[in-house]
């Protein structure tokens, strides 16, 4: 069974202790709430900053593609 106990002097967020292990207890819920918004939004943007070094990457061998192409027109074309 847990037990809670509620601290004489609360500190931010954490307003009670559990009875067994004596750790304090974050009952904060908005701080838990933006914490996983912020949480996700920075893997969010970690995907996106991969998702455009993939397409970068992608363009690059599409550029070394159309130069190879266009190298061999030239020589054609010259003789």
Known sequence: M?????????????TER??????????????????KLQRER?????QEMERVKT?????KEELVEIKELLLMITKKNCN
Do not use: V, W
């Open 42 to 46: 920075h893997f969010r943007g970690i």
């Open 2 to 14: 847990e037990r809670r106990i509620e601290l004489s002097e609360p500190i931010q967020g954490f």
């Open 18 to 35: 559990d009875a067994h292990s004596k750790a304090l207890l974050n009952t904060d819920l908005n701080g838990l709430m933006k914490y």
């Open 55 to 59: 397409d970068i990457s992608s363009l």
